[in-house]
């Protein structure tokens, strides 16, 4: 499905997702312009908060420190399974710095303070196949309000233009929240859980594989 204006998605969870170069979901693995455009826009939450996303970019490094500060304890051993109280330059360069092909990632924006992050999702394509390696992970005062829900779907058209197919995740048992967000998805996934972790494998499908005709418009 593709529009010349800007489209808007509403969830069951009641957050919207307006794209500023509508939805575009291409078979191939190239991404023209208009698939560049659909990687930015805002996400209108439940209660009204609007937030703007769009691809990360090199010059990020400093406000994605800056994020991992915001961060609680619990929160960062939950995304990297740890302690880890500073990002370093290094890794926050490797993460901000990517191809946009293989590694690929968005940041959500604070509505208030656009130079802050408030949350980020990315994927790494696992050598040459169409499958990547998924991570999140939004701003505690954020969390629970459907923004790394509509973040992630974001990712995943991402994903399909570029010819990824499966994320593949490992998530601490106790990590309920980002479980619950991938079964939000409401996409075929295989779990297999061994010694407090769950490893994730999730089929990415566009939503128009998805649904049937006749089930809405």
């Not at 309000?145 to 779907?153: E, P």
């Not at 407090?196 to 049937?212: A, F």
Request: charged share 30%; net charge neutral; proline share 4%.
């Amino acid at each position: 499905m593709a529009t010349s204006a800007q489209d808007k998605v509403t969830s069951k969870g009641g957050w919207r997702l307006a794209l500023e170069g509508g939805l575009h979901q291409g078979a191939g693995g190239g991404v023209g312009r208009a698939g560049q455009e659909a990687e930015k826009g805002i996400i209108t939450l439940a209660e009204g908060a609007v937030v703007p996303f769009r691809p990360i970019e090199s010059e990020d490094a400093p406000a994605l420190k800056r994020f991992h500060r915001h961060l609680s304890s619990n929160s960062v051993h939950l995304r990297f399974f740890g302690a880890k109280p500073e990002l370093s330059d290094k890794k926050a360069r490797y993460f901000a710095c990517v191809d946009g092909t293989d590694r690929f990632a968005l940041v959500a924006l604070d509505p208030e303070r656009p130079e802050e992050i408030i949350a980020t999702t990315s994927f790494y394509r696992l050598g040459n196949t169409d499958r990547a390696e998924y991570a999140a992970a939004v701003e505690d005062k954020w969390q629970g309000r459907g923004l790394g829900l509509a973040l992630t779907r974001v990712l995943i058209g991402a994903a399909l233009r570029r010819n990824v197919r499966v994320f593949t995740g490992v998530v601490l048992a106790e990590n309920a929240r980002m479980l619950n967000l991938l079964r939000d998805l409401g996409l075929p996934e295989r779990l297999r859980y061994e010694k407090g972790v769950e490893y994730v494998e999730i089929e990415l499908q566009p939503e128009s594989r998805d649904r049937k005709p006749s089930e809405g418009s």
